[in-house]
């Protein structure tokens, strides 16, 4: 479930003594409230005194809460013990307020802890993107991660898009790792300029100019070789922009990329295929939604259930008219897989679903590292996840080689 910002639900769900901090932390200790005798959620009064403020400052104050109430999740909070490790502030997750809700907890680290918040927002923004293309070609060698190297690829994503579209003058490249073992490098360039209408700091409508910024996100695994990207540039781009990042960072040309199937599905559509998980591991996996692409045309079919109780491969036998259409007249392209968690030592129950379309795109992102790392198991196992090892022919199979997200 989606959650809904808004300023009166974190002030009502941050306890007092916290909020009190919060706004002095600001500058804002000259509120005409008395801490001590305010109720709990009892928000009407400060919600008044922000009011009072000019738009520039109520304006900082809901970018911040904004920031907090990002964290102020079962996923926020994991990844505030990530930010933990990695910064080695390793007392943190003991120093938070345990008996308190994750609101109280973001507030706390808000607070005490900026270095952690700050890397957990990362965290938590890389979690919260789909649609992750996947190639797995590159060499297995550590990145070159020093300033010179990420100002490198900079120039180069800058000078792409400047020559191509006319935008990405300015371009800002941030690099984190994590514990997973993955190097994430955050790239920003300048966005065209946008011109929208809005109040003034006097309240009277006025058109605004501003330049914002695109979000290209690469995450790369030195281990295997692989490199996943995300971002919402044409195919024809997001390859050029493969190449930069292995030229400026792995001094190695990759060249165009080849789409040998990072994801395979074709097999999932015989109802042989069974998604078996193992006893201990106390999950259970069904196929929710299926894309039918008919061979040699642009016709699909989309088929969903709603439960696992019901089958899709039931209903694609029912949907299939195999006098006209025979199983073998259609691919697999994207799957829809729901993964149902029963409680275990250390976890929640709970579910996970997630798509993963061919040849490159899965959208395994915003969860609990456990349950991905059970998911990306079992994806390998049922040899959907097959690590660019090309195992099918779309020529044959009558698709497009180029099919991407």
């Known amino acids: 479930m989606s959650r809904q910002f808004s300023i009166p639900t974190v002030l009502r769900m941050v306890p007092n003594v916290l909020l009190?901090?919060?706004?002095?932390?600001?500058?804002?200790?000259?509120?005409?409230?008395?801490?001590?005798?305010?109720?709990?959620?009892?928000?009407?009064?400060?919600?008044?005194?922000?009011?009072?403020?000019?738009?520039?400052?109520?304006?900082?104050?809901?970018?911040?809460?904004?920031?907090?109430?990002?964290?102020?999740?079962?996923?926020?909070?994991?990844?505030?013990?990530?930010?933990?490790?990695?910064?080695?502030?390793y007392d943190l997750p003991s120093a938070l307020p345990s008996d308190s809700g994750p609101y109280a907890k973001a507030m706390w680290t808000w607070l005490n802890r900026p270095e952690a918040f700050?890397?957990?927002?990362?965290?938590h923004q890389v979690e919260s993107l789909s649609w992750w293309?996947?190639?797995?070609?590159?060499?297995?060698?550590?990145?070159?991660?020093?300033p010179i190297y990420l100002l490198?690829?900079?120039?180069?994503?800058?000078?792409?898009?400047?020559?191509?579209?006319g935008r990405g003058h300015v371009c800002t490249v941030e690099h984190f790792s994590r514990s997973d073992g993955?190097?994430?490098?955050?790239?920003?360039?300048?966005?065209?300029?946008?011109?929208?209408?809005?109040?003034?700091?006097?309240?009277?409508?006025?058109?605004?100019?501003?330049?914002?910024?695109?979000?290209?996100?690469?995450?790369?695994?030195?281990?295997?070789?692989?490199?996943?990207?995300?971002?919402?540039?044409?195919?024809?781009l997001k390859s050029q922009m493969e190449n930069q990042f292995s030229l400026a960072l792995l001094e190695t040309e990759i060249g165009d990329w080849k789409p040998?199937?990072?994801?395979?599905?074709?097999?999932?559509?015989?109802r042989s295929f069974e998604l078996?998980?193992?006893?201990?591991?106390?999950?259970?996996?069904?196929?929710?939604k299926?894309?039918?692409?008919?061979?040699?045309?642009?016709?699909?079919?989309?088929?969903?259930?709603?439960?696992?109780?019901?089958?899709?491969?039931?209903?694609?036998?029912?949907?299939?008219?195999?006098?006209n259409v025979s199983l073998n007249d259609v691919n697999l392209t994207l799957a829809t897989f729901t993964f149902e968690f029963l409680p275990l030592e250390g976890r929640k129950a709970g579910t996970l679903t997630f798509d993963v379309a061919w040849p490159n795109s899965c959208g395994l992102r915003n969860q609990a590292p456990d349950r991905i790392e059970l998911a990306q198991k079992y994806l390998k196992r049922w040899k959907v996840d097959v690590g660019g090892t090309p195992k099918f022919d779309p020529q044959a199979a009558g698709m497009s080689a180029t099919a991407d997200r």
């Not at 700050?118 to 965290?123: D, E, L, Q, V």
Request: glycine content about 4%; some cysteine; aromatic content about 8%.
């Open 20 to 89: 009190c901090q919060f706004f002095e932390r600001l500058k804002y200790g000259h509120f005409d409230i008395d801490w001590t005798k305010l109720g709990e959620r009892e928000v009407r009064p400060i919600h008044k005194e922000i009011l009072q403020l000019s738009r520039l400052e109520q304006d900082r104050i809901e970018g911040t809460l904004r920031s907090i109430f990002d964290l102020a999740c079962d996923t926020g909070i994991d990844a505030i013990f990530e930010a933990a490790a990695k910064t080695g502030d």
């Open 118 to 123: 700050n890397t957990a927002s990362m965290i």
């Open 133 to 146: 293309r996947k190639r797995c070609d590159l060499p297995k060698r550590k990145p070159n991660v020093s």
């Open 152 to 165: 490198c690829l900079s120039d180069m994503i800058s000078g792409l898009l400047q020559e191509e579209q």
């Open 182 to 236: 993955l190097d994430y490098f955050f790239v920003y360039p300048d966005d065209f300029v946008q011109n929208v209408i809005a109040h003034d700091e006097e309240g009277v409508l006025a058109h605004r100019t501003f330049r914002p910024t695109l979000e290209i996100v690469f995450a790369f695994n030195s281990h295997e070789g692989t490199l996943e990207m995300f971002s919402k540039m044409p195919p024809r």
């Open 260 to 270: 040998d199937a990072a994801y395979e599905l074709n097999h999932l559509k015989n």
């Open 276 to 288: 078996v998980t193992d006893p201990e591991d106390r999950v259970h996996a069904y196929i929710r």
């Open 290 to 323: 299926a894309r039918l692409s008919f061979k040699n045309s642009d016709r699909r079919m989309l088929l969903e259930v709603h439960n696992s109780h019901d089958s899709i491969h039931a209903m694609i036998e029912e949907c299939l008219n195999h006098e």
